[in-house]
């Protein structure tokens, strides 16, 4: 069965109370268009930290931003909101992507190092910083036909960085662990990624010569890259890992 968008309004309601705004209708009715990511998960696979979780609260941030600077009322308070918000949902969801990755090297999140929970907080802030030009950005789409549809697609570019998390995490947390390189479910692989795909290393080896999914240092880029490094009992590859083409 489909769900209602009614059936939504508890994950609505749940993120407008975790940024404290008040839920007035119309707010939750955006709330809910941008909660599309949400459609046929449980409220445990939406929990906070969650890919699902992260994904819709940067939707929402992305839309809301465009909705506020077309007003083009209070545009300091929306700006400070949007930064805000943007910057919870990105510390939130990384540190969850982070503990997911962990997780799968058999470590709970309660034993995470400082160390690994620093790194984790290093990447959370570098990719704060790019917020302030996307702000900017936004403003520039006010009044095109198209702006929705463009503010959308650049929100998917911040989705990946759940994965990236995972995948910094899990290498890590387990630095002796074999990992397989597994392709994900990307209609068009890209050259690095077909050329790494089965290659088992362990994760300091992968870490090592800094390869590793979601990576801008891939021919993809890595935006859109949906590969993992999975943990196995395969043999380890004869020789190093593969020099990459790199990004055109
Ligand atoms: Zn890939």
Request: aromatic fraction near 10%.
């Amino acid at each position: 069965m489909s769900q209602t968008p009614n059936s939504l309004l508890p994950y609505a309601r749940c993120f407008m109370a975790l940024y404290e705004r008040r839920p007035s209708p119309a707010a939750l009715r955006g709330c809910i268009a941008s909660w599309r990511a949400l459609k046929g998960k449980t409220l445990e696979e939406a929990a906070r930290g969650s890919q699902a979780w992260y994904e819709a609260g940067v939707r929402f941030w992305f839309l809301d931003a465009l909705t506020t600077q077309s007003s083009g009322k209070g545009l300091e308070t929306s700006k400070a909101e949007f930064m805000n918000g943007m910057e919870q949902t990105l510390s939130e969801g990384i540190t969850g992507g982070w503990e997911a990755g962990v997780k799968e090297v058999g470590i709970e999140p309660d034993e995470i190092s400082d160390e690994e929970y620093a790194a984790c907080g290093e990447f959370i802030a570098e990719q704060v910083a790019y917020l302030p030009p996307v702000w900017e950005w936004i403003g520039t789409q006010v009044g095109n036909e198209t702006a929705r549809q463009s503010v959308l697609s650049r929100a998917e570019v911040w989705f990946n960085l759940w994965n990236a998390a995972a995948t910094k995490g899990k290498l890590m947390a387990g630095q002796d662990v074999k990992m397989r390189w597994t392709r994900g479910p990307t209609e068009k692989s890209c050259p690095d990624c077909l050329k790494l795909d089965g290659k088992v290393f362990r994760a300091r080896t992968w870490q090592k010569y800094d390869i590793m999914p979601q990576s801008d240092r891939l021919s993809c880029s890595g935006f859109r890259c949906l590969c993992s490094l999975v943990p196995t009992d395969e043999r380890v590859t004869p020789g190093k890992p593969p020099a990459l083409v790199g990004p055109k």
